[in-house]
């Protein structure tokens, strides 16, 4: 053992890295019983052809025995790898971001729930913008063409990668010189093909900038799925449903669809691309409620690991807190508990990741901001300083180092969603005249 130790001290950081990343990888798959593997991989299976029934068919009762046993295998896995600080959660969060645990969620959310929740109520009593000319006919060609003329201005390379069309978007990659996004078009509603060309951008402008020199190594990975969602929102969000950019995206809408945007006025359009308004799906959610589904499921599945929330009883506590956080309730089991296909998969611990990476993205804003006219950039459609500064403050270390740690080498300081509380608070109350 001391002469592997010594080994292991003479490797460069890089490669100390690699290797206490997959001996951490190797011992909690030797850990597992093999034949609870293979039970749980055909449960897994079976249980993802009997969601899409029961979501179809809104019938939660049909699902309800397969997730039981999923959340059964999933406390018993954690247990086995070891509770971290004394939570069978804290174990799984561990999987998808390094690090994290329930009191460092529970913080977080807390502060959302103080003041994200009582900013969304607000915005529900308030007029909403104009919004007849976002539902007009704009031609799926037309669409695909300013898709590919917003990927180029917001840096993604189209030399090395493509825009395809898909019925949900994506981002995947072979390499850094391969890196491939799809959008959907909808000829009914143009600003969802756009957003979600530029979500799936800011996933592919990281892929393809990640530090060259760990190229084709574990560490030539995005840090974690929260920084990688910081990316997507950063440019989804913070810029392109910016004051400036609206107004570059609607010149450039006009120019591809004749006619069609002429009677709208910048202002308009910059309202209308960020209208409030909570929804019962998570993926066609706003900006500002976004998290708040987010929190939703947070609270349901560390219950659930905890063994504090029955299986039996998601659905109604499902609805209660939909009521609580953004003042609706789901008509339906398929449009609440059903509508997401993660814990089907066992993918437990991971929706956090999407709230953590929309606080991450407004705190590099925080800091971008000290060395970058951030906006003025944006309104001059000069987008390249911003990706120079994420490649050297967060795409320069891959996945060298924790999650946690990219953020405050970043930033100068551990997550604070104060930045993500202010970000929206200042950015709606403008939005909607409060």
């Known amino acids: 053992m001391k002469n592997l130790e010594s080994v292991f001290d003479q490797l460069s950081p890089e490669y100390q890295r690699i290797t206490k990343q997959a001996r951490k990888d190797f011992e909690k798959n030797r850990k597992l019983p093999e034949e609870d593997v293979r039970a749980y991989s055909m449960l897994l299976a079976e249980a993802e052809v009997i969601w899409e029934k029961a979501k179809e068919t809104n019938d939660f009762k049909l699902y309800e025995p397969y997730l039981t046993k999923i959340v059964d295998f999933q406390r018993k896995f954690a247990g086995i790898f070891g509770a971290i600080d004394g939570s069978l959660y804290n174990t799984l969060l561990d999987d998808y971001e390094e690090g994290m645990t329930i009191t460092r969620l529970d913080q977080f959310f807390a502060t959302l729930r103080a003041r994200i929740v009582p900013l969304v109520h607000r915005i529900g009593k308030a007029k909403q913008p104009r919004q007849d000319f976002m539902s007009r006919h704009f031609n799926r060609l037309g669409q695909l063409s300013l898709a590919k003329d917003v990927l180029h201005l917001i840096g993604y390379d189209l030399e090395r990668g493509v825009l395809a069309e898909s019925a949900h978007p994506f981002t995947s990659g072979i390499s850094k010189n391969d890196t491939r996004v799809t959008t959907h078009v909808f000829e009914d509603n143009f600003i969802s093909s756009v957003y979600s060309t530029i979500h799936e951008g800011g996933h592919g402008i990281y892929d393809q900038n990640i530090n060259p020199a760990y190229k084709d190594t574990p560490l030539g990975d995005g840090a974690s799925m929260a920084v990688h969602e910081s990316q997507s929102?950063?440019?989804?969000?913070?810029?392109?449903?910016?004051?400036?950019?609206?107004?570059?995206?609607?010149?450039?809408?006009?120019?591809?669809?004749?006619?069609?945007?002429?009677?709208?006025?910048?202002?308009?359009?910059?309202?209308?691309?960020?209208?409030?308004?909570?929804?019962?799906?998570?993926?066609?959610?706003?900006?500002?409620t976004y998290s708040l589904h987010i929190m939703v499921r947070y609270q349901l599945e560390k219950r659930l690991i905890e063994g504090t929330l029955a299986v039996a009883d998601l659905?109604?506590?499902?609805?209660?807190?939909?009521?609580?956080?953004?003042?609706?309730?789901?008509?339906?089991?398929?449009?609440?508990?059903?509508?997401?296909?993660?814990?089907?998969?066992?993918?437990?611990?991971?929706?956090?990741?999407?709230?953590?990476?929309?606080?991450?993205?407004?705190?590099?804003?925080?800091?971008?901001?000290?060395?970058?006219?951030?906006?003025?950039?944006?309104?001059?459609?000069?987008?390249?300083?911003?990706?120079?500064?994420?490649?050297?403050?967060?795409?320069?270390?891959?996945?060298?180092?924790?999650?946690?740690?990219?953020?405050?080498?970043?930033?100068?300081?551990?997550?604070?969603?104060?930045?993500?509380?202010?970000?929206?608070?200042?950015?709606?109350?403008?939005?909607?005249?409060?």
């Open 315 to 434: 659905p109604s506590t499902w609805n209660q807190l939909m009521k609580e956080y953004l003042g609706v309730v789901p008509p339906t089991d398929t449009l609440g508990v059903l509508q997401d296909v993660h814990w089907s998969g066992g993918a437990f611990g991971y929706f956090p990741s999407y709230a953590l990476g929309n606080a991450y993205s407004a705190q590099l804003l925080h800091a971008m901001k000290k060395d970058l006219d951030v906006f003025g950039l944006i309104a001059k459609g000069q987008l390249e300083p911003i990706k120079q500064w994420f490649m050297s403050h967060v795409y320069v270390y891959g996945k060298l180092i924790p999650p946690g740690e990219v953020l405050e080498r970043a930033t100068g300081e551990p997550l604070n969603p104060d930045y993500y509380c202010k970000y929206l608070e200042e950015k709606f109350a403008k939005v909607y005249h409060l």
């Open 233 to 288: 929102r950063f440019y989804e969000n913070i810029v392109g449903r910016s004051e400036e950019f609206s107004r570059l995206l609607l010149t450039k809408a006009r120019a591809q669809f004749s006619g069609l945007l002429d009677d709208v006025t910048e202002d308009e359009f910059y309202r209308a691309i960020n209208i409030a308004r909570p929804s019962f799906i998570r993926t066609e959610s706003d900006e500002l």
